[in-house]
């Protein structure tokens, strides 16, 4: 099953919805800054899963300099970050094609794609992002934290639609990212509320990669 492409077509489906319910992104705007703090300036930056377009807006309301390329499977959600904004580059694109991209970066943000990958598609995700990355180049990821093993699908808030979603722990995640020379310098938690109305916590990472490290 091609769950990333699944998950994408109920994105695009629900685009407008999405837009109208998480354009606010002020609880994550403390791991945004951080992330954004640590880059140059006209920073390039690659944002993975780029939804509407919030989590551009709401980093470089602060830094406008940022050199902003944003990619996402969904094509109503790539309009969407168009319209919300139009100074900023984005593309319809799978992320797990982030290897055709003909370009280097200084930073990476995947702040909502790791729960619709699988393991192997994150391993490889992360892995294929390397050759990409500039000596010292940063990166800030997110995700619902929880055992592997509790992954499956849930269904949209309408109950018209399910995904199916990954879970990680920040160990899982830090293996995978230091086999490729990439060391966590950052991670912090906030509360969620589970669909099954339970609490737990979402991970957030930055990350930044060796400079020592050279990939081809």
Same mark, same amino acid.
């Given at each position: 099953?091609?769950?990333?492409?699944?998950?994408?077509?109920?994105?695009?489906?629900?685009?407008?919805?999405?837009?109208?319910?998480?354009?606010?992104?002020?609880?994550?705007?403390?791991?945004?800054?951080?992330?954004?703090?640590?880059?140059?300036?006209?920073?390039?930056?690659?944002?993975?899963?780029?939804?509407?377009?919030?989590?551009?807006?709401?980093?470089?309301?602060?830094?406008?300099?940022?050199?902003?390329?944003?990619?996402?499977?969904?094509?109503?959600?790539?309009?969407?970050?168009?319209?919300?904004?139009?100074?900023?580059?984005?593309?319809?694109?799978?992320?797990?094609?982030? @290897?055709?991209?003909? =370009? /280097?970066?200084? $930073?990476?943000? &995947?702040?909502?794609?790791?729960?619709?990958?699988? %393991?192997? #598609?994150?391993?490889?995700?992360?892995?294929?992002?390397?050759?990409?990355?500039?000596?010292?180049?940063?990166?800030?990821?997110?995700?619902?934290?929880?055992?592997?093993?509790?992954?499956?699908?849930?269904?949209?808030?309408?109950?018209?639609?399910?995904?199916?979603?990954?879970?990680?722990?920040?160990?899982?995640?830090?293996?995978?990212?230091?086999?490729?020379?990439?060391?966590?310098?950052?991670?912090? @938690?906030?509360?969620? =509320? /589970?669909?099954? $109305?339970?609490? &737990?916590?979402?991970?957030?990472?930055?990350?930044? %990669?060796? #400079?020592?490290?050279?990939?081809?």
């Amino acid at each position: 099953m091609d769950y990333a492409h699944e998950a994408a077509q109920v994105f695009d489906k629900h685009a407008a919805w999405y837009e109208k319910k998480f354009m606010d992104q002020s609880k994550y705007q403390p791991g945004f800054d951080l992330f954004a703090q640590h880059l140059p300036a006209n920073a390039a930056v690659l944002e993975l899963a780029c939804g509407p377009g919030n989590t551009c807006q709401a980093t470089r309301n602060k830094r406008p300099d940022l050199a902003w390329l944003g990619i996402d499977l969904a094509p109503n959600m790539v309009d969407l970050a168009k319209k919300n904004n139009p100074d900023a580059q984005f593309q319809c694109m799978d992320i797990r094609d982030v @290897r055709k991209l003909d =370009q /280097k970066f200084q $930073g990476v943000m &995947g702040a909502f794609c790791l729960p619709y990958l699988d %393991k192997m #598609a994150v391993e490889q995700l992360i892995s294929d992002l390397c050759p990409l990355l500039l000596p010292n180049a940063y990166l800030y990821w997110s995700t619902m934290e929880d055992n592997y093993a509790c992954s499956g699908y849930e269904y949209t808030s309408d109950k018209s639609d399910r995904i199916c979603m990954h879970y990680y722990l920040e160990q899982d995640l830090k293996i995978m990212l230091e086999k490729c020379g990439i060391e966590i310098i950052h991670s912090s @938690r906030l509360p969620y =509320q /589970k669909r099954d $109305g339970t609490d &737990g916590d979402e991970l957030i990472l930055i990350a930044r %990669k060796n #400079a020592g490290l050279t990939i081809s």
